[in-house]
Every structure is written in C-alpha cells, then in structure tokens.
C-alpha cells in the first residue's frame, strides 16, 4: 500500500493529494496477495548506494515514483530506472502511482545530470522514461533526443532504452525520438482495447498501436517492445488479440505482468493469475513471432532489462541467420 498524500510540497505548505482526481472515490477491495507474489523490504547496501548516486543528481526514478515491488533488487544491482521530465503526470491512469498534476518547467540540465548518473553507476543498459507532458507543444520528445544524445557522449558503451508516453496530438514526437537512435524503444499498451476508458483514459488503444507501427517504419533496425497487465479484468481472449496486434506492428518483445493495485482508491484487481497462466501466455506469444517474451507475475517494464536486451540481440541474430537475405 502506498500513501495518498504527496509530502514533498516545499516546507510550510499545506499537503495535497497524490491524486486528486481518486481521493473522494469509495475504496476498492483490497485482496490478500497470494503465495507467489512476495517481495522483500529493500535493505541491501547496494539498494543504499544506488538511493544515494539518484539523489545526488537530483533525480527521480520510475521505481520509487510508481511504487514497483522489484526496486530492492534492482537498485541492490545497480540497476534504476530514470524518469525524466519531472515527477508529475498529466494524465490520471486509473492504475497508476505517479503523481497527477500541474508539472513544473522542464530542466534543461536533466540530460547532463541523467548522463553523469549512468556513467557513475556503471550502467551497461539504462532505461530512460517520463512522466506524460501534456502540457508540452512536443510531449516532451526534444527533451527525451537530448538526454538519449547527452548519454551516448557520456556513456558510449552504455545501452540504451526508452520507455516513451504516447505523444497523443503531438506531431513529430515519436520521429525526434526515434532520430536520437534509442537501441530500444518501449510503449506500454498497457491493457486491452475494452478496458482504456477505465484503466487508461487520456490515452487511445489504436493511437498506441500505431506509434509502435511508426517506430518500426522511421527505423526498422530499432527493438520496439510493449508490455500489458493481467488482473484487471480482461479475457484471454482479449490479451491475445493484443499480441495479434502488436505482431502486426511488428514489435519485437513484449511484457506481461500481475497488475497490483497502490491503494485503494486505484483500480481494483479482478483476480491474481497464477504463474502457469503466465507460462501458457509466454508460449502463445512466442509462437506469434516475438523474439523475446518476458511474462511472470512479477515482471515489469525494465525488470532485467540488461538482460532481455542481450536476448533481444542473440534471437535476432539467429533469425537472420536462419532466413539469410537473398
């Protein structure tokens, strides 16, 4: 359970929610989590290390922002997931943690800064994304291509993957990205297409879909990648529709986690799908095509993504080499 009151208003001002737009819902049932999904209390000295390279470079970080149950592992290997453009959103997803708002002026130091962490941290992959800025004329786009550019010039050895918000209305967003030459670039579906006016209201399935397609069409040596939840109340049915979809816009990995709730006021879980259904799904999906499926009730977005980009590369190559060019 995570709070619904943001605390880090400058001293003397008055608190406000978290989420403004949830705080006068009725509460949601709150389901005991079953054995499978356990997570340990961060307290390791490599989480502590990776806590204090974040806050010397005055950053903020997806796995505290949005409350992921993996961030004791990941943080304890170094491995933290940056989050650029601020620390508040303005959209207002039903399932997630991030704060809603009014964002401040974007910084334009954050490249450097972002740069200098990930060559501090030694990172071989980092995973760069943003809250969504609406209130930007580019979503944000010439400030995602900066810090990709300032990374590169800092860290040339280092990887480099973009998980991006949708540029809904923003003409030339996904193309500036793109031109900056991410190695991997990452938009979450999310969910199913029944399910966006509930679980994802300011976006549109198809638009999604389509910025996926797009990526692939301005550079078809990029890895595109997409994840979505299970528990919120789809069909299997309706995920492998998704997967049919994403095929046809020719992504290349996709994600499949356990949605759980932050609070009680967020989206409520439908059910906890056991583990042999994630197994199932990861089969189906690998059949359509996929050259990496990563799906367990744990798996997130950057979870191991170091290691799934190797993956990525070797299932790649041993394709090409299994259909040679003519």
Partial sequence: MVTLIDRRNPEGSALRPRHPEKAHRADNPMPPKPAWIRVRAPASEGYAATRAIVREH????????????????????????????GDICTRACAFCNVATGLPQPLDHDEPNRVAAAVATLGLEHVVITSVDRDDLADGGAAHFA?????????????????LIPDFLRKDGGIEAVVA???????????TVPALYVRIRPGARYFHSLRLLQRAKELDPSIFTKSGVMVGLGETRDEIVQVMDDMRSAQVDFLTIGQ??????????VKRY???EEFEDLKRIALAKGFLVVAASPMTRSSYHAGDDFRRLKASRAAALASHPAP
Avoid at 72 to 77: A, S
């Fill in 273 to 275: 799908v056991p583990p």
């Fill in 146 to 162: 900066a810090v990709i550019g300032e990374v590169r010039t800092r860290a040339p050895e280092t990887s480099i993957e973009v």
């Fill in 180 to 190: 900056a030459r991410p190695d991997v670039l990452n938009h979450n579906l999310e």
């Fill in 259 to 268: 949605y759980l709730a932050p609070s009680a006021k967020h989206a409520e």
């Fill in 58 to 85: 005055g950053l903020a970080t997806v796995c505290e922002e949005a409350g992921c149950p993996n961030i004791g592992e990941c943080w304890q290997k170094r491995h933290a997931t940056m989050m650029i453009m």
